[in-house]
């Protein structure tokens, strides 16, 4: 099965400029979150988005937005892009309803790099 | 959200077994402890999680202590390919709708031919 794709996987961009990111999760999960990865922060989480709601938000300015397609898929909007929003920024995905024993694992994509200049 | 504490960094020699521990005193009855890992180069992935019973997978075993202030994850014999920063994660599923990982600082494991 194939999975958690992410477009572009590298994005060069200046400040002031907006960029959209796209993940296509697993076929069937119907969860998506966002994270946000730098050296000095970590692993951050953005959001995350069910059945096309967002459903979890995490600490970042409302520059940072998403929405969710009815086939699942999701895209990330930054808008007016600050030199601190050079990141990699990775979505997961998961069925999103804790399903027994397994509980609910989330698989993520390899990331989309971007650069702010 | 109740916190993990993990050491920094670890070493291990190939195919010996690694121990990274994890001290999350302030877990709830309903807290989850997860474990994902994330190799170089990659997005994170999924190792293993308990509630309170010790589990095993193919990747790996979690052993949780009997009061689960603490838990440790068992690598029973590291390959070069598990060199990977691992995070211990707590998830209360039950009060908390989604999928909100929190993620620590997470322990660098080194593995050395």
């Known amino acids: 099965k194939a999975g958690v794709t992410q477009t572009p996987r590298y994005l060069i961009k200046t400040r002031g400029q907006q960029v959209t990111l796209s993940c296509s999760p697993i076929s069937g999960h119907r969860s998506v979150s966002w994270y946000q990865q730098t050296p000095g922060q970590g692993l951050q989480f953005l959001f995350e988005?069910?059945?096309?709601?967002?459903?979890n938000k995490g600490n970042f300015p409302g520059r940072f937005s998403g929405r969710q397609f009815s086939n699942s898929r999701s895209e990330m909007n930054v808008s007016t892009l600050e030199l601190g929003d050079s990141a990699l920024y990775l979505c997961?995905?998961?069925?999103?309803?804790?399903?027994?024993?397994?509980?609910?694992?989330?698989?993520f994509g390899p990331g989309t790099r971007l650069t702010v200049l | 959200d109740a916190k993990t504490t993990q050491p920094n960094s670890m070493e291990s020699n190939e195919e010996e077994p690694v121990h990274l521990p994890c001290n999350h005193s302030?877990?709830?009855?309903?807290?989850?402890i997860h474990w994902y890992r994330q190799l170089p180069s990659q997005g994170p992935e999924y190792v293993i999680h308990g509630l309170t019973s010790n589990v095993n997978n193919r990747m790996a075993s979690l052993a949780i202590a009997e009061d689960r202030k603490s838990s440790t994850l068992i690598l029973h014999r590291a390959t070069l390919r598990d060199a990977a920063v691992y995070y211990c994660i707590l998830r209360d599923v039950v009060k908390a709708a989604g999928n909100k990982l929190t993620f620590g600082g997470g322990t660098r494991v080194l593995v050395k031919p």
């Open positions: 997961a995905s998961s069925f999103g309803t804790y399903r027994g024993r397994r509980g609910d694992e989330q698989f």
């Open positions: 302030t877990i709830s009855g309903t807290d989850y």
């Open positions: 988005y069910f059945s096309e709601t967002q459903r």
